[in-house]
């Protein structure tokens, strides 16, 4: 045999040698020795007994018919029980079982109908099932199962006793059913007279009781009025008086808040005092401190040529003289009577000689000032809305620049022009200039007509109250006029480029609380208003102090391909910077580049060619331009020959330049107080000319 194992629903019951009583093992393992020894299994279900009886006469002799549901199970947690189990069921399998426990339990079934009425039965389930439950129970455990429940399930009858009971109750139920309900009709019937009644007596004591309060009601009302009269004349006393307390309080605090505003003014003003006095340090008086020495430069190097020249000509002639001595006495004798006399012409009449050359320069520098102007095929002008617009404007700038010649002149050669010609004898002067002025103003306008005749003036917008943003909110607008940091006609733009229907403007940053420098607005509106500038790429993307921003827009410039380029001059926290926007995508994440060097930029020029997009940057105070790629990323250093390059233009493509140098510069001096560089694009790439205007 060996090892037997059963489960928690088995008993294994062993027996032989070694064992005085058969060992009984519940839900476990035990050793048989073969032959020896031998082992059953008992099982312990529990069984579900359906017990049926049918016909059973109860005590009243009234034959019914009861089924019942029994739990029944071989007890296994008592050994004894266990044991007489074993004595009675052990070989025995399960349907032998239960047939011997349902024919008990049946038996005993039809014991308790014999001794119950059939009402009890009917009526009062829970006794006849305990009765059965006790009686079954006592037996069956004898045999070693339990009952472990009964419940009875139906109880019927083929004569219609049962029926007849519920008849009998259900036509009492109704008697009594109507009977109430009659009953109660005549106690409502009855209430509701009384509730009527007691309503018609309420209802007199309310409406005498409402006469009282109502006559009760006027009399106070009347003394509450004259009362509330009274007080509301002392009320309406005590308000003007305590209204004029309070506008004069309201006076004073605005008369602080006066005082506040005006020394917050007073501080806003010195601070842009210092500001501008920076400003002007910057763009006006380092500029032209170096301006002046480039002057002066030049004009010491161009007496000394003169004076070499004249030095190596006045050789020239006297070893000339030398040998022709015989053939140019004669000559030279004639030429020196005629440059006496003309000097001594010269010397009598000074004054007016130099009048009439100026008078004949006049026209010719007018001309050379517009010919760049006359190869402008159209020309877009934008006004604030002060001053002239069109080609009177223009006219007018034309003619400012001819006003400045005298000074530029002195700087050069000394020589006040100007001074020279009014220190000429005064009734000479009031003479001919009085006949003068006419021919002088003709000579002006004949030098500007070639321009106001080519240009093609489109007047596109004007602004007669001056700039003004198109703010994120109306709030920040209005908190901007209150501070003091908005002002429409303050707002200046620097540069212009356009794209499309698009045009875009650098502005000059007179507040650090408005720090837009770069705006866009449509080339033509929709209405006759003027538009409102708009922050471009967005109001977030410009913060002075912030080297990740926008910080001081100046020059712009837009490729063929739709991309603005827009020169950052930075701040003293930040480096200049290099912007490029796909206006495409308006994409404003596509910092291209970030130039760090300690110099501020200042004016720049695109080139675009076969092999890239390349910017010729100038610098403040430096004698170097900046070359940089967009394909290759990267800057070069170019020096300018001891030469402050301020402003930057491209020759025209199809010019051929005059030196050309691997990743250099060759500048020569051109005509026109010109500087003609050529510089390599690439490695690779054609030379192109740059040209230098000062």
Known sequence: ????????????????????????????????????????????????????????????????????????????????????????????GQNEIKNIAHETMEGHQRAIIGSMTVEEIFQDRKKFSQHVFDVASSDLVNMGITVVSYTLKDVSDDEGYLMALGMARTAEVKRDARIGEAEARMDASVQQAKAEEERMAARFVNDTEIAKAKRDFEVKKAAYDAEVNAKKAEAELAYELQAAKTRQQIQEENMQIKVVERTQAVAVQEQEIVRREQVLEA????????????????????????????????????????????????????????????????????????????????PKITAEVAKPLTQAKKVTMVSSGDGQIGAAKLTGEVLDMVTRMPQLVKQLTGVDISNSAMTYHHSFVVKEVRSMSPYLCAIFLLGLSSLATAANFTLVYEWPDGLDYEWPSEASKTQAWRDGTLKPWEIEPLYMAVYGSRLFFSLESKYPEISVTLVSLPTSGASSAPPKLTPFPSWDMHRIGDCNMIEYATGLQVESVGRLWVLDGGSSHCKSKLWIF???????????????????????????????????????????????????????????????????????????????SQRKSNCRTGTNRTLECSVISDVNGQPRDLVFRF
């Open 1 to 92: 045999m060996g090892f037997v194992t059963c489960g928690p629903n088995e008993v294994l019951v062993v027996a032989g040698v070694g064992h005085r009583k058969p060992k009984l093992v519940p839900g476990g393992v035990v050793f048989v020795w073969p032959c020896i020894q031998q082992v059953s299994k008992l099982n312990l279900n529990t069984m579900t007994i359906q017990i049926t009886s049918n016909k059973v006469y109860s005590i009243q002799g009234v034959p019914i018919s009861v089924t019942g549901i029994a739990q029944v199970k071989i007890q296994s947690q008592h050994e004894e029980m266990l044991e007489r189990a074993c004595e009675q069921f052990l070989g025995k």
């Open 283 to 362: 763009t006006v008086r380092k500029p032209a401190e170096a301006s002046k020495f480039q002057l002066e430069t030049l004009a010491a190097a161009n007496r000394n040529k003169v004076i070499l020249e004249a030095e190596a000509e006045a050789e020239a002639v006297r070893v000339r003289g030398e040998a022709e001595a015989a053939a140019l006495k004669a000559k030279a004798a004639a030429e020196a009577e005629q440059m006496a006399k003309k000097a001594e012409a010269l010397n009598e009449y000074q004054e007016a000689a130099r009048v009439a050359m100026m008078l004949d320069a006049l």
């Open 582 to 660: 796909d206006l495409k995508k308006n994409d404003h994440n596509n910092l291209v580049h970030q130039i760090r060097n300690p110099y501020p930029m200042h004016d720049f020029v695109l080139d675009e060619t076969a092999h890239g997009t390349f910017a010729y940057i100038s610098r403040w105070y430096q004698q170097s331009i900046v070359v940089f790629s967009l394909e290759k990323n990267l800057f070069w250093i170019v020096e300018t020959a001891e030469i402050f390059v301020f402003s930057i233009a491209l020759s025209p493509k199809d010019q051929e330049p005059s030196h050309t």
